[in-house]
Structures are given as C-alpha cells and as structure tokens.
Nanobody, 128 residues
C-alpha cells in the first residue's frame, strides 16, 4: 500500500505563487509515475501535470509555463518520496482542490484510470 499526503496550498492573490507537496510513504518502489489533478465543485476533475520515474514531465495547456513539478527521494531506502509542485502567476480560475496521485505504470499522463493511489486533496484559493 501507498499513502499520499498533500501539504501547502492555501490562499494567494492573483499573480502570486505557491507550492504544494505530496509525501508518498509505504511501498513506494511500486510507483512509476505521479501526478496532480484538480477538482472544483460542479466541474470535472482536471489533470494538471505528471512526472514519470525517469524524470520526464508533462503539463496541461492551462498551466504550461506557470507550473513546475519535481520529485525527490528523501530516504535512501526509497521508503518515502515527495512530489513538489510550484505554480506561479496564479489566476482566479486556478482556484481548486488539488489532488496528488500515484500509479504503477509509466506514462500515467492525464487519464485517472492509470493512477492507483490518491491523496485527500488540498485547497488552493486565488483572490483577484
């Protein structure tokens, strides 16, 4: 099993920046990709970005150029690792609950069916 816990987020003014982190623990050697999704009430879940075990990244057009994701192994035995997201030039439409996800397959990309574990989500609010 793998547990995902998000942190960071919060409130920021339009044009500002913030950072989200996702700590993965448990059987993390099974994880070959990680990603971020966002979801607001009344809207469909939207894929934001993903990173593969080889370090390759992909971004949704809506955030490309404004968001950067990175992954770090914070323990030598790979028992835990952390997915980071830094978003700049935030817009009111970026206001959402952001979810971290992890999958067993490489190239998870934008489809939720390739992700096997999900975090509880962390709220981001952008004021104009």
């Amino acid at each position: 099993q793998v547990q995902l816990v998000e942190s960071g987020g919060g409130s920021v003014q339009s044009g500002g920046s913030l950072r989200l982190s996702c700590a993965a623990s448990g059987y993390t050697t099974s994880i070959l990709c990680m990603g971020w999704f966002r979801h607001a009430l009344g809207k469909e879940r939207e894929w934001v970005a993903a990173i593969d075990s080889d370090g390759s990244t992909s971004y949704a057009d809506s955030v490309k150029g404004r968001l950067t994701i990175s992954q770090e192994d914070i323990s030598q035995d790979n028992a835990t690792n952390t997915l980071n997201q830094r978003m700049s030039n935030l817009k009111p439409e970026d206001k959402d609950k952001y979810y971290c996800a992890a999958g067993w397959s490489r190239g998870c990309g934008r489809e939720t069916r390739w992700y096997n574990y999900w975090g509880q989500g962390n709220q981001v609010t952008v004021s104009s």
